[in-house]
């Protein structure tokens, strides 16, 4: 199994996640165009999807998901809470709930309801009876039910969106820190830190960080908040990017 990032932060975001022949994409924040240049750039045609996955209906995780299914007719996977709140409705959706376990080709796929400010939304870990990869982005606070989805992971891919610090000091107004810092919000360099902590780490080949704020992060603050908060080496640590997002990973 592997896994890359086309890009990751409030512009848009989207990954990929590939066992054998099957090919799935988690979200399409991008617009078409966009997308298909970022999946050349990963070795992989729109036509070669079996699937994507979407999280939420925010316009980052969101922007070219109906045009991408409709040129290249793939089957979209959505609650249906994030079907509701799509402008422009995809075809060939097939609706999904928390707790659903289920097979796209290769891949097994678990879907994860998580506390978020959207109308339904989910995140995902992926398997191959072998090997399992967490997704677990946007989401603004943790429960056990959660945490008991993430145990005993290969790697994983969390959001470390925001410096406790440099939210509060900074531009946004103040409803908005309140919204991105609230329970329902998205996950700081502590909280995430604390949640892999919680969860343990030593047995994952890799820990990506993402969906890090341009204006209320940045990746040496994230990096160094998880490796006080772990003891990790710093080299280990992988952040995805809004412009390059992340090459492929292998999970051996």
């Known amino acids: 199994m592997r896994f890359a990032v086309l ?126 990869f967490g997704l677990l982005t946007d989401l603004g606070s943790y429960c056990p039910r959660v945490l008991k989805h993430y145990e005993g992971l290969d790697a994983l891919m969390i959001e470390a969106n925001h410096c406790r610090d440099l939210l509060a000091s900074g531009p946004y107004p103040w409803f908005l820190k309140q919204r991105v810092g609230g329970d329902r919000g998205h996950l700081n360099n502590h909280q995430a830190a604390n949640l892999v902590a919680e969860l343990g780490w030593q047995g994952l080949q890799h820990l990506v960080l993402a969906h890090l704020s341009s204006k209320n992060n940045q990746p040496r603050l994230a990096r160094d908040r998880f490796v006080d908060t772990l003891g990790c080496d710093p080299a280990w640590l992988q952040v995805a990017d809004q412009a390059s997002g992340l090459d492929w990973r292998e999970i051996a």
Request: aromatic share 4%; with cysteine.
């Open 7 to 132: 890009g990751s932060g409030s512009q848009g975001n989207g990954m990929l996640v590939a066992q054998g022949n099957t090919r799935v994409l988690v979200d399409c924040g991008f617009s078409l165009r966009e997308t298909e240049r970022r999946l050349a750039m990963l070795g992989v045609h729109a036509r070669q999807l079996n699937a994507v996955l979407l999280t939420h209906e925010h316009a980052d995780h969101v922007h070219g998901v109906a045009l991408l299914a409709q040129r290249y007719n793939v089957p979209v996977y959505l609650s249906h809470g994030t079907a509701s709140g799509l402008r422009k409705p995809v075809q060939a959706a097939r609706h999904v709930r928390c707790g659903d376990r289920f097979d796209i080709g290769e891949l097994q796929v678990s879907v994860v309801g998580v506390a978020h400010d959207a109308r339904e939304p989910t995140q995902y870990v992926f398997g191959n009876g072998n090997r399992r």
